[in-house]
């Protein structure tokens, strides 16, 4: 007999202003308690320091954590020239330090070097595996890895303000797997200095902005019950907006849900304009909910992510 799944069943999206302090699986497991929620998790990590959007997946919705990590990504951070951290945000030991304070000129002419395709090194305190160990573990247990550069994204980068001389504020837009940490390192070393992150806060991942996000105070106040707080979820189907639709009809949708394709013909006139039809995404529709993900490939319609059972 299989063991009865402790907690509600509830599926879609709470979109969590996350605190300073804490790290996102702990956010979760604050969350999951809260609503009672049978399971969690999250669309992309936020360090400790780090505060703002922490989308966090319940029940199927997890099923829809890789698209939703995909999405743009905006941040604000603030850098403090003169010291290095093993961190590299304030969290962290001091490694060096400097004098050299750049100018607004100095950083402006930095920036262009970190827009576009660029090629990064994670921050040793990072979650990659070497080895099948974390690299945080290893450099908290004062072996910190060589991480090698990896591709990463910047589509934009810029100073948007500079209270003193020691430091300065940034806005950053990025795709996935960018870390802000590396940034400002490695723009403070641009720069002929060094520096770390202080402040570090995530306005946009995907789909989810700022003005829809619930504070951790709210989650907490013992005065919402977890029926309450279940009224704060968002749709699933929230998360996959930006992603073309395509309504299947009840038979077309049973053979789909049973891992079988269906020839392209059958559906013209509804595909979506938006659709790639070169292995383009889809999301598709059964009696107005949704029920997978499918890309459009060599004249056929192929399930990729089963979201619910269709019934």
């Given at each position: 007999?299989?063991?009865?799944?402790?907690?509600?069943?509830?599926?879609?999206?709470?979109?969590?202003?996350?605190?300073?302090?804490?790290?996102?699986?702990?956010?979760?497991?604050?969350?999951?308690?809260?609503?009672?929620?049978?399971?969690?998790?999250?669309?992309?990590?936020?360090?400790?320091?780090?505060?703002?959007?922490?989308?966090?997946?319940?029940?199927?919705?997890?099923?829809?954590?890789?698209?939703?990590?995909?999405?743009?990504?905006?941040?604000?951070?603030t850098i403090r020239f003169?010291?290095?951290?093993?961190?590299?945000?304030?969290?962290?030991?001091?490694?060096?330090?400097?004098?050299?304070?750049?100018?607004?000129?100095?950083?402006?002419?930095?920036?262009?070097?970190?827009?576009?395709?660029?090629?990064?090194?994670?921050?040793?305190?990072?979650?990659?595996?070497?080895?099948?160990?974390?690299?945080y573990d290893l450099a908290?247990?004062?072996?910190?890895?060589?991480?090698?550069?990896?591709?990463?994204?910047?589509?934009?980068?810029?100073l948007i303000g500079r209270?003193?001389?020691?430091?300065?504020?940034?806005?950053?837009?990025?795709?996935?797997?960018?870390?802000?940490?590396?940034?400002?390192?490695?723009?403070?070393?641009?720069?002929?200095?060094?520096?770390?992150?202080?402040?570090?806060?995530?306005?946009?991942?995907?789909?989810?902005?700022?003005?829809?996000?619930?504070?951790?105070?709210?989650?907490?106040?013992?005065?919402?019950?977890?029926?309450?707080?279940?009224?704060?979820?968002?749709?699933?189907?929230?998360?996959?907006?930006?992603?073309?639709?395509?309504?299947?009809?009840?038979?077309?949708?049973?053979?789909?849900?049973?891992?079988?394709?269906?020839?392209?013909?059958?559906?013209?006139?509804?595909?979506?304009?938006?659709?790639?039809?070169?292995?383009?995404?889809?999301?598709?529709?059964?009696?107005?909910?949704?029920?997978?993900?499918?890309?459009?490939?060599?004249?056929?319609?192929?399930?990729?992510?089963?979201?619910?059972?269709?019934?």
């Open positions: 007999m299989a063991k009865q799944k402790r907690g509600r069943k509830l599926d879609g999206w709470l979109i969590l202003d996350k605190p300073q302090g804490i790290t996102s699986t702990q956010a979760v497991n604050k969350v999951k308690r809260a609503l009672d929620a049978q399971k969690a998790g999250h669309g992309g990590t936020l360090d400790p320091l780090a505060t703002g959007i922490l989308p966090i997946a319940l029940g199927n919705a997890t099923k829809t954590v890789p698209y939703v990590m995909d999405g743009t990504k905006l941040y604000h951070f003169g010291e290095a951290r093993d961190t590299d945000d304030a969290e962290g030991a001091v490694t060096a330090t400097s004098d050299a304070r750049p100018t607004d000129e100095q950083i402006r002419a930095a920036l262009p070097a970190f827009r576009g395709s660029i090629m990064q090194i994670p921050p040793a305190f990072s979650a990659i595996k070497v080895d099948g160990e974390r690299a908290r247990a004062g072996a910190p890895p060589e991480l090698p550069a990896r591709p990463a994204q910047v589509d934009r980068f810029e209270p003193d001389a020691d430091t300065a504020e940034f806005e950053v837009e990025s795709g996935k797997g960018v870390y802000m940490r590396s940034l400002a390192r490695d723009l403070s070393a641009a720069c002929g200095t060094v520096g770390h992150i202080v402040v570090l806060r995530r306005l946009r991942v995907g789909p989810f902005l700022e003005n829809m996000a619930v504070s951790m105070d709210t989650i907490l106040d013992p005065s919402h019950t977890p029926q309450a707080l279940a009224e704060l979820v968002r749709p699933l189907e929230t998360a996959l907006d930006d992603i073309p639709a395509l309504a299947l009809t009840a038979v077309e949708a049973h053979a789909l849900s049973q891992g079988q394709p269906i020839n392209l013909v059958d559906l013209m006139g509804r595909i979506p304009d938006a659709a790639n039809p070169d292995e383009g995404l889809v999301r598709v529709l059964a009696a107005g909910r949704v029920l997978a993900l499918a890309r459009l490939s060599d004249g056929w319609l192929k399930p990729e992510r089963l979201i619910q059972q269709f019934s």
